[in-house]
């Protein structure tokens, strides 16, 4: 079963689209446009745009995939001590939050996972962070425009990503998305995405020699992001985007190759990746020849890549998770819709009877919930003696935690995941142990469990010693649980 894949590529200059028809026997482009549109009044130009690319192009029943310009997105390399997914999803606001130049409230997050062959317990990734409230301006514009994306993901990152999946490039390489006042580059190792970086064009001095010098800009900042590939230099570097056709990049190879010394080309999608492609006219274009127009195949390269996302089926970044992730269409799911609002409407009506009678269990169950509230708060802040409101004095003690999660004096070099990292490689795997609490401090670790033997214990106490990051662990004490088939035991490690 065939089915449409609009690639839909926004920057502050031009909105790209490519239509792709995806098929048992190939792909095909159906039609595409390119439309310019005005930086300095892009909240108005681009819905102008958008709507002069559906008039010439039949987006209806088209899976959208659309890119978000790069130069708004803040790129971080990181290394997470964790293999699961999700676990890293958990704590990366926590990694994010002191890197970054706005409150980790306001912004949304995905991140690309680099392979490492010595990464065997932990994770090098590289994340991409955008404002909610540019996020949100995008997709409602798309939205509005019944052009809402299945995936949004960073300008140039498609293209550099299926390069490095399908072209035949040397394993060492450079790929440059150059606008008309700005850059990405994205670092290739292997067929793999090492770094990602963004920045503007000086157009105060020569503009290839500005690109050149940032280039070598990024190869430092790589070695020292990765220090054991001192001696990375890329084999060649590939060129797209608007910027690649403008008055300053004719002949931008043989100068940027004479400064840098690295063989420079532009990048062709559709020759590079060895795509098949059969070409099918339609009423926006009846005589389209992709190859022929060389000029507009620059320039949907991007585009294109995103739409090769979808058929690939390659994983990318995508920002489109969580309170911005994708809404199913009432179209898709109307019979289930129908059937699900009769059957609501039968619920409300026996819960509208029942409500008389049910009143008084509901409040003992309030009541219950109100006690077991309590019961946790004062499990968890035994110190606070007099609680009015649980949740609210809950809320400021989390406030407060956070404020000391660096564990501040002469430990604020200890991160809270280093330390269960640490207990946790420490404590063999056949040791049988349950911990039942632990307690951070500001200089020491109050952890209590139980475990098979006083032998276990003093095992336990002598692994933890080994850790740097801990000064001393003492056992407060050990003890036989009552029907004495476990030892329970108290450990004080200080940091």
């Known amino acids: 079963m065939s089915k449409k894949i609009l690639g839909l590529d926004i920057r502050q200059d031009a909105v ?12 095909w482009i159906e039609s595409y446009a390119r439309v310019p549109t005005d930086q300095k009044e892009i909240e108005t130009s681009l819905p102008a745009a958008l709507e002069t690319i559906t008039r010439q192009i039949d987006t209806a ?63 090098n990734i590289i994340t991409a962070t955008v404002e909610k409230t540019k996020l949100k301006l995008y997709l409602n514009t798309l939205v509005s425009l019944k052009m809402e994306p ?14 490095a999946k399908f072209a035949n490039i ?17 670092v290739i190792i292997s067929g793999q995405i090492y770094l990602i970086r963004s920045f503007p064009i000086n157009s105060n001095a020569g503009r290839t020699e500005s690109l050149c010098i940032e280039v070598q800009r990024t190869l430092a900042a790589f070695e020292e992001i990765f220090p054991l590939n001192l001696n990375y230099q890329p084999n060649e570097i590939h060129i797209a985007g608007y910027g690649t056709d403008t008055d300053f990049t004719s002949g931008f190879e043989p100068e940027a190759e004479r400064i840098l010394g690295i063989p420079v080309r532009r990048a062709d999608i559709v020759k590079d990746t060895g795509t098949i492609i059969r070409m099918r006219s339609s009423a926006s274009s009846p005589e389209m020849n992709w190859e022929q127009e060389q000029k507009a195949s620059g320039q949907m390269d991007n585009a294109y890549a995103l739409a090769l996302l979808e058929t690939e089926g390659l ?153 740097d990051i801990f000064k001393e662990v003492t056992i407060t004490s050990s003890t036989i649980a009552k029907g004495g088939n476990r030892v329970r035991f108290k450990l004080k490690v200080d940091l």
């Open 315 to 467: 994983n990318s970044l995508n920002f489109r998770r969580g309170e911005f992730a994708p809404k199913k269409q009432w179209a898709e799911h109307k019979s289930s819709i129908i059937k699900t609002g009769i059957l609501a409407s039968l619920m409300l009506i026996l819960l509208f009877c029942n409500m008389m009678t049910d009143s008084y269990s509901l409040e003992k169950k309030v009541a219950e919930l109100d006690r077991q509230i309590i019961n946790i708060f004062k499990t968890t802040f035994p110190d606070v003696k007099r609680i009015i409101d649980p949740l609210s004095q809950m809320q400021v003690a989390i406030q407060e935690v956070k404020k000391t999660a660096a564990l501040p004096g002469g430990t604020e070099n200890i991160r809270t995941t280093d330390i269960l990292n640490e207990i946790s490689k420490r404590i063999p795997q056949e040791t049988d142990v349950e911990f039942k609490r632990l307690v951070i401090g500001e200089n020491n670790i109050l952890i209590s469990g139980d475990t098979d033997t006083y032998n276990a214990v003093d095992d336990i106490k002598n692994k933890l010693e080994q850790a």
């Open 150 to 163: 299945e995936i949004v993901t960073v300008g140039g990152y498609a293209t550099a990503l299926c390069l």
């Open 61 to 123: 029943g088209s899976l959208c995939v659309a890119s978000f310009p790069g130069d708004q997105v803040c790129y971080r390399n990181i290394q997470i001590p964790f293999r699961d997914q999700k676990k890293i999803r958990q704590v990366l606001p926590f990694e994010l939050e002191p890197t970054l130049p706005f409150p980790i409230e306001d912004v949304t997050t995905d991140f690309h996972i680099i392979n490492l062959p010595d990464s065997k317990d932990h994770t």
């Open 16 to 27: 790209a689209a490519v239509l792709v028809k995806s098929g048992i026997k190939g792909n």
């Open 170 to 186: 040397p394993e060492d390489c450079l790929f440059m998305d150059i606008d008309t006042d700005k850059c990405s580059v994205f």
